[in-house]
């Protein structure tokens, strides 16, 4: 369910967040041991909050900073968002999924202002808030306010920590660049969970649950074992590659009661992920070098130009104290 967010101004499309209820668990999702026991004690921290901050009484000496934050960490694909619907769903509420493009608004002022229309929304709904690819919107304040868009990025900033003051609720900060947070939400975070790459035996497990126990046709040649000493993928890889494994399978000649998903079309499958992700690096390596390029060429031309100049101007000196000299000899003999 999607819910807009306040028209602010009364201009432009209205802003909507996703409102959602949880479906997968922890059962869904494979992860690393050490990923899986950080989370069990960022659960036990939520389940544990009656207890701690009512019951015996630390919510009336701590009155403030009472939400609980978590940071989810790591490479996309490797569960971040599943894990958040899965705790979602063990604490038996919504799930509000916050991306900073559905905030920023081209309007000076509209984004911190849709920051707190956000929490309200999640206190309204009991919901636990999501905020995916956070580095954006919790990113280091800038220090130089010379610009407008400076200024109201530094805003939006303050005005998430001192919502994270009054909230009560579950806040799960999703990113793969956590080194870009502001240091200010570094005490406000209960628990940093790193989000590895699976290893060999979780890729294997990831590989099997992508398919349905009954209903999926697998040929007798399918070794999910062999797929995960051969490719070294996130568990969003694996999902790709299957879903373009089974449509592969699913247009080969035939009637379909004889179409099956062969180990060749789970390959094929993987490598064309592998390619697509390597691409994407390739072309993005490309640009940053093209741009030191561009960067250093500039720069010698630039000292080109310079030199240039001074050796004009020193031979242009050079001249006219030549001419001064010439002149005061030839007055000399005059006289």
């Known amino acids: 369910m999607a819910f807009a967010l306040p028209n602010l101004f009364g201009t432009g499309a209205r802003r909507t967040v996703d409102s959602i209820e949880p479906r997968r668990t922890f059962d869904d999702v494979i992860l690393p041991l050490s990923t899986r026991r950080a989370l069990d004690q960022a659960l036990v ?10 019951r015996w009484g630390l919510g009336e000496k701590h009155p403030s900073g009472l939400a609980l934050a978590f940071n989810f960490a790591g490479p996309s694909g490797t569960g971040k968002t599943i894990c958040a619907e899965a705790i979602a769903h063990t604490l038996g509420r919504r799930l509000l999924i916050v991306r900073y493009a559905e905030l920023e608004s081209m309007w000076m002022g509209e984004t911190p202002k849709n920051v707190a229309a956000v929490f309200r929304l999640a206190r309204e709904q009991r919901a636990v808030l999501l905020f995916d690819e956070a580095d954006a919107i919790a990113s280091r304040r800038s220090t130089s306010v010379e610009q407008g868009f400076q200024r109201e990025g530094n805003l939006v900033v303050n005005v998430l920590l001192q919502e994270l003051e009054s909230f009560t609720g579950v806040v799960i900060f999703a990113t793969n660049l956590a080194a870009n947070f502001d240091p200010a939400f570094e005490r406000r975070i209960r628990s940093h969970v790193l989000f590895e790459m699976p290893g060999i035996g979780e890729r294997e497990q990831i590989w099997r649950v992508q398919m349905h126990p009954t209903r999926t046709p ?3 040649d399918v070794d999910f074992r062999q797929l995960a000493e051969s490719y070294e993928a996130s568990g969003g890889d694996i999902r790709n590659a299957v879903l373009k494994a089974a449509l592969a399978a699913a247009a080969e000649p035939g ?4 179409k099956v998903i062969e180990q060749r079309h789970l390959q094929e499958g993987i490598r064309e992920v592998m390619a697509a992700r390597r691409v994407m690096r390739q072309s993005l390596f490309d640009a940053a070098e093209a741009l030191s390029r561009d960067r250093t060429l500039d720069a010698i031309l630039s000292i080109e130009r310079s ?7 020193a031979g242009l000196a050079a001249g006219i104290a030549f001419l001064l000299a010439l002149a005061a000899l030839v007055t000399a003999l005059l006289r």
């Open 45 to 54: 921290q939520v389940t544990s909050y009656d207890l701690v901050f009512n």
């Open 218 to 220: 697998l040929a007798p």
């Open 255 to 258: 009637p379909d009661s004889a």
């Open 307 to 313: 030199v240039s100049r001074r050796t004009t101007l």
